[in-house]
Every structure is written in C-alpha cells, then in structure tokens.
C-alpha cells in the first residue's frame, strides 16, 4: 500500500511526516512564505512498480519487533514454526525493555523455536547482526516425542557466529535464544559451516567436562600472592588444577557440584543454573556447565581469555603389525635426497605423541640429550604409574581393556628418525632422516590428548616456560615440532598464539591434516604458521580418508591397507616402529599404519633434512619453498589444490633447494585460495600477504569473465603495497538456479595467485517468505527517500506500485527493498532481507525517461552486509533510513 498522499500540496514524505508529528508549530507543508522554492518537478507518473521475488530457501521468523509484520508466537517448542531445509532465515529477539521500539520491547521475545528435519553432515548456523547489542545462543533438541523434547547440542560462542552440525538424520527442534540484550540474525541450515567461529563453545566439541584453561590479565595493582594461581581460583569458586606461574596460562576446575553452585553465585549464574537445561547424562550437564562458565569468564575484565580444554586423538588408522616394504620412501624420491643428506645431530625434531618406547632397538642412539618429557597432568589419563607430569616420556601403552596399545608415537618416530645403516650389518627399517635427534615428549595418553597438555608439550619443545620448570636453550630445542594428532571444531585464540610464538622462536611445526575425509577445519593443522600435510597413497592418489580443503599445505605418503597394488600380500600401509603389548611384556616390533598422522612425520623428516642442509632455514623461507613449486611434485591440478595443497614432497628437490636457499624472495600468498560459499555463503575474507623476504606490490585484481554475481573489495590494505585483508562477496540474486565457480586473480610485482569461487544456488521454495517489506525511492545525489510503499508476502512475492510519483528534474532514483525486523527504520542493515534493482551487483537508476514498469528484483537474508557495493558508495555505514508510517507516529 502506498502512504503517502498530498500534504499541503506536496507529494513529499519528510513533509507528511512532519505535518502529522509538528502540526501544532507548522501551519501547512506547502510553498509558504520563507525558506528555499521547491524544487522543479516533472508531470507526475502514473505508476512506478515491480515485482521482488524471494532468494531460494529464505523463511522469516513468525514473530519480529516490527508491529506491521504478522506476528505468531515460536516462543516455545509447542508453537515452534516449521521451517524448510535448507533455509536461510531472518529473525530477531530482545529482553524486555531492550532494544528499538516496537512490538517486542516492552514483553520482550526471548526465544524462537524452529521444527525442522535435518540430515547428517548439515550445518546448523546463526549469524548476529549486532554483537555489540546483545548476545545469542543455539540449542537443538531431538522431536523425539518426549515432552520436553531431549536437548541433544548447544552453542553459546562469544562471537557473532553459533554453529552445530547434525551427526544423525531426524525430527529436530531448533532455539535461538536471547542471552543479553537484543539483536536480528539469520539462521542457516545447510552444507556450508563457517571455516572459523570466534569464541567458539560447542556442546559436541570433544573437550575435558570441568576443566577451563584461563589467561588472566596482568594487574600490577595486586601483590604477587594474590595473582599465584590457587589464590585466583579460590576468588572464582573453582580449583587451582596446573599452571604454577600467574603469568602462564592456567589450569583449572569445576570441582564437585556443591563447588559448581558457589562458582555459578560468583559469576552471576545461580538463577540460571536452577531453571537452565537439565540434561540426564552428568558428562553432557557438566560439559554444559563448563561451557557456561567459560562464557561467563570472557566477560570479566580480569580474564585474557578462557578456553575448553578440548582433547585431541592421533591421526592414524592403525591395522595389525605386519612387515612391509617402505614404497613410501621412493615415492618422495628419499634415496636420492640420502646420497645429499641423512641429517646432523645438531638437529633436532620433537615427536609429541603418546611417547615413544625408548628402549625399541630401531631407535637407540636416536633420542636429543634432553631426554624429553611427559606432560600428561590426569594421572587416570597418563597410566603410567607416576603422579603428574614427569622427565619420563617412554610410552607406558594406551590400551583400555583387552585391546593393543597403538604405540602411535613409536611408529612416528621411526618414520622420522629411526637408525638407518647405509652400508651391511643393517636392521629394521630406516627414518627419514637418520641423522638427526627425535625429542619425546607425552601429551597423550588413554583417552587422548587435553589442549593444555599439548600447549605445555609444544612450548617445552620450542624451548619457551613450560610448567616441567626446564627452558631448553637454543641448541637443545626442537628445530622442528610434529603434531601427529588432531581435533575438528573451532580455533582457541591460546592455541593460535602458541604457534605464533613457536615460528617466531623459528621453529618450524608440522601437523596431519585430519582424517575425516572433509574439509572442515582440523587443529592444529588448520592454524596459521603449522605446516599441513594431507595423505596419498602408493599410487599418489588421495588417500580415501585425508581431509582436504584450503588450509592443506602439502602431501606426504599415509598409505592405505586396504589396498596391496604392489602385490607384495601386505597392506600398503606406512610401515615403522611398533610395540606389542598382547603379553606379558611389551616386544619391540614393526608394523603399517595408515593416516594422516604418517603422512606429517615424512614431512617433518624432510625438514629436518633442509634444517640440517641449511641451519640458517627458518619457518618463511620453508614456505616460500612450498608455495614456489620448488620442492614438490604437482599433482591434482595445476598449482595448489585443495587436495594436495602445493604438491606432493620431493625430498631432493628439498634438500637441494635448502642448500641453495638464501634469505626466501618475495612471494605473493593468499589464503585461503579456494572459497566455496556453498548454498548460502555470502561473503569471506582473503589474507593477502608476502609471504617471502623483501618487497612487493598488488598490481592488479581482476575476476576471469567478470561474472556479474561475483565481487571482490579491499578492507584493511596497505596504501603502497596492498597487501592485506580482502572481501569477496557474491549476489545470489543475480543467477538462477544451478552451480557457478569463478576466479579471482591477484596480480603482483613477483607472482600471481588465483583464488577459485564457487557457489550453489538452489530452487525457490513456494512457502518462500522474507517478511514484511519496505520499498524506497532513494535520490541516486542525497540518498533522501522519495516515497514509500509496504507491504506482505503474496504468493511467494512481493508486488509493489507507487502512483503519481513526482520526479524533481533531473534526478534520479534507486529503488531499494529489504525488512526491518528490529524496527530501528533502517533498510539493508545486518540481519534484514534487501534486495536493490537491479541487482546488489549492477543497481541501476530510474529517472523520468527511464521504464517505470516491471521493475523486478530479487530480495533475501544473507551472511554479512546486504547490498555491501551500494551501502559503500552511499557511505552509509548502517543502512537506508526508512520512514515512519502514520500508525508508527500516531
């Protein structure tokens, strides 16, 4: 309907609103006396309109803050609103009396619930819109047919972003719920999972029930024995668990459930923990309550940061121990490389596993002069027999029950290093790279490895404070570290600031890319400075199970037992050191595993061969090695892939790269370098670095063929070298159904580098609804509304009409489209449905001489900013200011 009809003559909004709000103080809007002449206008149009279709999968939530949208109550799962899936959904929420005015404000809207049927290996997502407003969290329950309905995950991040996948089919209902304040969001249900989550705080995430790892924030206002780590602990309610140093990372723990009430009181959640979920598995409730301190923790002004102490497993997919030939050897061209190099003593590689069998035969003479250490702190974990951590890292076996221990780090450190005779009189098999020293050190035991734990294996290693007490100086520390070991989730900032530290104390870190045959995010592969190492097979083909995806830095041999191409009646598996603990003692044997985990050890092998090559190697200069080509071999296709990251490891290219290595080129690096927005990503960020030494510049970005939905923009670059962060977004609007891929290219002084965009676009559902709409005429010079239409969903579209539309003369007008769940009157901010004629892509202006007819356009929620190109142009930071309707200023 259009509201605007003639207020003393003129056909103009601002007026009308102003006639009805200032009456008493104005006596008529017209050309009165005084002020500026109106503005010459043309003979008036007689109708201006178009239809908006509605983005595939886009749904609303039944009940916003705007009063002229419907409004049907989801407030619980009685009344939960079905939904489609996939579906990208617009909704809002508010705590009583927070937020904009509107239909909500003074009840308040707390909670929606959605039913749903989700599938295994979908994503469940929700996007705020303003995370500096409020705070959100996501639950999800099985539509079982229990009442109430059995609470299976939840996810209360500190971040923008909440996000669960769903590991088994089935009748799901979905809440989002308002934690504090208010916000609009859009909910996602799909195959696209966001790479990263900040302050990530996942139900299903594999971590320590109880446990929270914790940075305080130096307070030099406090005596010292008010900052050691028991005393901070006690103030909080809980119990001091590791960490001797307040200016270390620390430890700590719920303790019993009578503690867990005193440290709930402490941090304002005693309410909420009488009336919140209770779950009738203890793990899953003390997992929830964990989670609920932790959040409560990164709100304090006190604390740095507080994180799970999530639990990493190996990467390897161990089968019985049988004798093989090493193929994987000459698969990387290792005996050519042997006639350069085999390694120097002064080199040393850390293998942090499950320890090693220090007394294997294949292995004597192997270890550095340290010793190594174990950092397993949970004595039920470690089995060892010894209270806490200690300087004894030989593996005491992992195994519970009748099953054989895996000896996971033996069979790593043989692949690395084991003693290898290059002349007769020989045994066993050979490492990598014999000549040079293996590092034990234990951070996983029974039931895996803790983060905390690792973090203290990693950091003794790289020689920084550690909680054994004991800094290796710099002869004695690793020169490269290997992380046969890995989790899915999200990314801790104490994890990613760990591994900057260790690359900028120049040790070189190497880790399994995962085993799960997928692109998720694995860590620590996954962080930036951690060198990633996918798996091939005997036949350089991708192992069935490596994961694969943008973070993938390199291949190696995993093996794979399923397969005997080389007819040799074994599994062509990776073959190595071993134990058997089947008897009464444990026997030092050899054996093929296949993973991930074996695949990073022939990595880290070769690396230590360049270290012993070229000493003054550091972590960049391997890097710019990688990403030039120089010491692979490519496979898949050309260039990096997300299969094989930059290719295949050729040992002696490597080693005759390092000993000819200066200080590394510049190099143009970009990541990631594949971006698949899936079926309803909007928008990602590049890193767009040098990766080398020296200098370079961007010369040119330029998208092949320049599809209309696709566009890239800078956000923070350098004015000289434009190196920095950039935006790539796509308009779903602008193509129909079907798949499209795409291909930025960054053109530097040095080096370009492509970067592959793909997206899905999926059919339109009838049930489609993107909310109540408001259609504005924006002026193309001021960015003033013109005039005004609103309206519902009918039929899957909205069909709007302006009559008599007055142009000024030469102006022109865009016509702008979107909701206003929260009813703050701003068009295409985040979290609303907008769309713009023509497209965010190509919006184009309407003048007087212009088509006034058929004026159609596609509108819908996304991930991130709504018509990004125009809002920037306009040098709108928000949104476009819709006017108020006459019900609204009555």
Known sequence: MNLIDNCSGRKDYYCLSLCIVLAVFISGCGSGSGGEAPAPVTAPIPTLSGTIGIAAGTVVDSDVNDPFARNVSNDTYLEAQAIPSPVTLGGYLNRAGVGPSGA??????????????????????????????????????????????????SSLASGAIETLSISASGDYFIEVRVASGYSSYTLTVGDFAPAQVQGRLNSTDAFVAGDVMVKFRDDLSLPVAKQLPAVRAAVLGLQAKAGSSHQRLQLMNLGASEARHA??????????????????????????????????????????????????????????????????????????????????????????????????????????????????????????????????????????????????????????????????????????????????????????????????????????????????????????????????????????????????????????????????????????????????????????????????????????????????????????????????????????????????????????????????????????????????????????????????????????????????????????????????????????????????????????????????????VNATSKLGLYRVTVDRASVSEGSYQADIVFASSVNSVTVSVSLQVIAQALNADAGYHYVLLIDTVDFRVLDQWQGAVEGGSYRYQFDNVLFPAGREYYVVGGTDLDNDYLICDFGEACGIYFSPGDFRTIGVDDVHNGLDFITGFGVGVQASSLLQRAGIPKGFRRQPTIKQLE
């Open 104 to 153: 909500s404000l003074d009840a308040g809207d707390l909670f929606d619930y959605y039913s749903v049927r989700l599938e295994a290996g979908q994503t469940v997502t929700v996007t705020m819109a303003n995370v500096l407003a409020g705070d959100l969290d996501l639950y999800l329950y099985s539509d079982n047919g229990t009442a109430p309905p059995t609470l299976e995950a």
């Open 263 to 716: 440290t709930f009181k402490i941090l304002g959640l005693a309410q909420n923990r009488d009336r919140q979920f209770r779950f009738d598995n203890a793990d899953k409730q003390l997992k929830f309550e964990t989670m609920q301190v932790i959040k409560a923790l990164r709100q304090r002004a006190d604390v740095l940061y507080a994180e799970p102490n999530y639990i990493y497993q190996t990467n390897a997919l161990p089968t019985d121990p049988l004798y093989s030939s090493q193929w994987h050897y000459p698969l990387i061209n290792l005996p050519a490389a042997w006639d350069l190099e085999t390694g120097v003593s002064s080199v040393t590689v850390a293998v942090i596993d499950t320890g090693v069998l220090l007394n294997h035969p294949d292995l004597q003479g192997q270890f550095s002069a340290d010793g190594g250490y174990d950092f397993i702190s949970s004595d039920s974990n470690s089995g060892d027999g010894e209270p806490g951590i200690d300087a004894n890292p030989n593996d005491p076996g992992d195994s519970i029950g009748v099953a054989r221990s895996s000896f996971h780090g033996t069979h790593v450190a043989g692949t690395v290093a084991a003693a290898t005779a290059f002349s007769a009189g020989g045994s066993g098999i050979a490492g990598v790279a014999p000549g040079v020293k293996i590092m034990p050190v234990r951070a996983l035991g029974k039931i895996g490895g803790t983060s905390y734990d690792i973090i203290q294996g990693v950091r003794y290693a790289a020689g920084l404070s550690n909680n054994s007490n004991i800094i290796l100086n710099a002869t004695q520390k690793a020169d490269v570290i290997n992380l046969s070991l890995g989790r899915v989730g999200g990314s801790i900032q104490a994890e990613q600031d760990l591994y900057t530290e260790v690359r900028a104390a120049g040790v070189i870190v190497v880790a399994s890319a995962g085993n799960e045959n997928s692109s998720a995010f694995n860590y620590p592969a996954a962080y930036a400075g951690v060198i990633s190492v996918a798996a091939v097979d005997i036949s350089k083909q991708k192992a069935p199970y490596s994961n694969f995806g943008s973070t993938v830095d390199v291949a190696a041999p995993g093996g794979y037992t399923g397969t005997d191409i080389d007819g040799d009646g074994f599994g062509d598996g990776v073959l190595s050191t071993l134990g058997d603990d089947s008897g009464a003692a444990v026997s030092f044997t050899y054996g093929v595993y296949n993973g991930t985990s074996m695949a990073a050890p022939h990595m880290a092998g070769v690396v230590a061969l360049m270290k012993s090559s070229n000493s003054a190697l550091t972590p960049a200069a391997v890097d710019a090695l990688l990403q030039s080509g120089d010491i692979v071999e490519d496979l898949g296709a050309v260039g990096r892939d997300d299969i094989f990251g930059h290719g295949l490891i050729n040992a002696h290219s490597a080693v005759v790269a390092a000993q000819s290595a200066p200080a590394p080129p510049p190099l143009l690096g970009i990541s990631p370098t594949t971006v698949n927005m899936g079926a309803v990503g909007s928008s990602a960020m590049l890193a767009v670095s040098n990766v080398g030494s020296g200098t370079l510049q961007i010369n040119l970005v330029t998208v092949t063929a320049a599809p209309a939905w696709l566009a890239v923009s800078e956000v923070t």
